[in-house]
């Protein structure tokens, strides 16, 4: 591919250091015996698949340079399933333990520490579901309503 068709930026590129710690991780393919197309090379399919993880495009919107967000998607799943990545995070966690040194009693990844909104109180009484009774709770409206049918006459209220 010649350098004007290039369109995403080199910075979205992985550095050669890391590629070369991570090329250990990934698993080794033979040819197929039956021919068929050939596998992607696994550089180009994990700068594929950083580009989707670091800007949240759709895998569908990946740049053609990466090949096509389906293969790069199958390449991910597999990725997954067979724990690279969590091996790469191993790896990592520990080689910055080693340099800078890690509390391990207290770890957080992407969390939230503060309290749902509307969440109510923490022992707060759990309401029973299909056996209450109807109308029990003020409607949305606010109108109030009668409890049996009988007593249900059509009225216009005011807004």
Not at 19 to 44: A, D, T, V
Not at 92 to 114: F, V
């Amino acid at each position: 591919m010649s350098k004007s068709n290039k369109v995403v930026d080199a910075n979205f590129r992985m550095p050669d250091e890391m590629w070369y710690r991570i090329e250990g991780l990934l698993p080794k393919f033979s040819k197929s015996e039956k021919g068929g197309r050939p596998r992607l090379e696994w550089r180009q399919v994990l700068d594929g698949i950083f580009y989707v993880l670091r800007t949240g495009c759709q895998w569908k919107a990946l740049p053609r340079e990466f090949g096509s967000g389906s293969s790069a998607h199958r390449y991910f799943q597999m990725l997954v399933q067979s724990g690279v990545f969590r091996d790469l995070w191993t790896a990592a966690l520990e080689e910055y333990d080693d340099l800078k040194g890690l509390e391990w009693k207290w770890q957080s990844m992407d969390g939230a520490m503060t309290k749902a909104p509307l969440g109510g109180e923490k022992n707060r009484p759990k309401p029973d579901g299909p056996s209450q009774t109807r109308h029990q709770t003020q409607p949305a409206d606010r109108r109030p309503r009668p409890a049996h049918r009988s007593e249900r006459i059509r009225r216009e209220y005011a807004r």
